[in-house]
C-alpha cells in the first residue's frame, strides 16, 4: 500500500502534525527534526496525496487531458500514461478529443475549466491560446505536449525532435545510395507536419525537389494522387519518407505493387511483421506522457519556477524497407 504520513512519522519518531508541516513547508520544525522527517519520506517513498490536499480546499481533485484524437494510436499511448500518473497522484481524468478542430479545442478546455479541474495537459489544434489567459492568471497549471502553444502563452511544454528525427530518416536512405526521395506529410498547419518537413528539406540540401513533396490530410484519395503523380515523373523517387503513422500505412495502401525504400516518422503495430519490415523513426509517447503529467502535478505541488521546454529524443528502427538500395528495386 501507500505510504501515509501517519508512516512518516512513525518512522521518524515525530507527532502527525510535524510531518504535516515538513511536507507543506511550513515553519516552527527544527532543522534536525526536519531532516529525519525528509529522510523518513525518502526511505518509505512517501509522496503527498494531492486528492486529499486539493478536496481538503473545497473543489475536485480532477485533471483535464485534450489529445487530438483518442483513436489515433500515438494519442491513445500519451493518453494512458497521463492518466497513470493522475491515477498514482489519486487523481481524477477528463479527457476529450478535439479533431483538429481549435474550435472544439477551445470549447474542451472552457468546459473543463468550468468544472474546475486543478491542471491542464494540451495537445493543441489551434495556434490562438489567448483564451487560456484568464485560468493561467488564476493560477491553473497548463502544459503542452507534442505541439508548442501559439504567441504569448509561456508554459511548460513537452515536444519530440521532430526535425532532427525527420533528418535522421533522409540522412538513413541517403547513406542507401537514393537521390530521389519523396516526402509524404500531413497538413503543413500542423507543428509536428511542418518541423518534418523542415528536416527533410534540410538534409536534402541542393537535392530538394519540390515535386518530390505532397503536404495535405493524409486521405488514401489525396495520398494516392500524390504517389501516382511522383512515380508518373520521368524521375521518379526511389524512396519515400512518411511524416506520420497515417501517412505510413495509407501509402503502404496505395503502392500498387511499387516497392520504393521507405522509413515513416512514427512507429506502429505490426510494422515489424510486414515484408520487408517498415523502417520507422520512432517517438515514445507514453514518455512524453509521463513527462507532461509529472510537470502538471510539479506545478500543483507549488514549484512556481521558469517554464520548462522539453524536446525528447527519437530514434531510428531499421527493420528493411529502409534499407533497400536503388539496385534492390
Known amino acids: 500500500m501507500r505510504p501515509t504520513m501517519k508512516d512518516v512519522a512513525s518512522a521518524a519518531g515525530v507527532a502527525l502534525k510535524t510531518v504535516s508541516r515538513v511536507v507543506n513547508g511550513e515553519p516552527g520544525v527544527h532543522p534536525e527534526t526536519a531532516e529525519r522527517v525528509r529522510a523518513a519520506i525518502d526511505r518509505l517513498g512517501y509522496s503527498r496525496n494531492e486528492s486529499a490536499r486539493v478536496l481538503r480546499r473545497g473543489t475536485t481533485a480532477t485533471i483535464g487531458l485534450v489529445i487530438e484524437d483518442v483513436a489515433d494510436p500515438f494519442y491513445a499511448g500519451l493518453s494512458r500514461a497521463v492518466e497513470t500518473v493522475v491515477i498514482d497522484h489519486g487523481c481524477l481524468l477528463l479527457s476529450g478529443s478535439s479533431g483538429e478542430q481549435p474550435g472544439r479545442e477551445r470549447e474542451l478546455v472552457e468546459t473543463f475549466c468550468a468544472r474546475r479541474v486543478d491542471g491542464l495537459i494540451m495537445v493543441p489544434a489551434g495556434d490562438d491560446h489567448t483564451y487560456l489567459r484568464p485560468e493561467l492568471e488564476a493560477g491553473t497549471p497548463v502544459v503542452f505536449a507534442d505541439r508548442p502553444p501559439g504567441a504569448g502563452i509561456d508554459v511548460d511544454t513537452v515536444l519530440s525532435d521532430n526535425v532532427g528525427g525527420a533528418r535522421q530518416a533522409v540522412r538513413h536512405l541517403l547513406s542507401h545510395g537514393h537521390r530521389r526521395i519523396a516526402f509524404l506529410g500531413d497538413d503543413p498547419a500542423i507543428f509536428t507536419a511542418a518541423g518534418r518537413l523542415q528536416g527533410y528539406k534540410e538534409e536534402l540540401g541542393g537535392l530538394f525537389d519540390q515535386r518530390l513533396v505532397s503536404m495535405r490530410t493524409p486521405t488514401p484519395e489525396a495520398v494516392r494522387a500524390a504517389v ?83 524536446e525528447l529524443p527519437v530514434r531510428l528502427i531499421p527493420r528493411g524497407s529502409g534499407e533497400l538500395t536503388p539496385g534492390d528495386l
Open 228 to 310: 501516382d503523380h511522383m512515380f508518373d515523373l520521368d524521375d521518379p523517387p526511389t524512396a519515400v519518407f512518411t511524416g506520420n503513422g497515417r501517412c505510413t500505412v495509407t501509402t503502404l495502401r496505395v503502392l500498387d505493387g511499387r516497392r520504393p525504400a521507405l522509413v515513416g516518422f512514427d512507429d506502429f503495430e505490426l510494422a515489424d511483421l510486414l515484408d520487408p519490415g517498415v523502417s520507422v523513426v520512432a517517438q515514445d509517447p507514453s514518455w512524453m506522457g509521463r513527462v507532461a503529467a509529472e510537470l502538471l502535478f510539479r506545478r500543483l505541488r507549488g514549484d512556481t519556477g521558469p517554464s520548462e521546454h522539453i
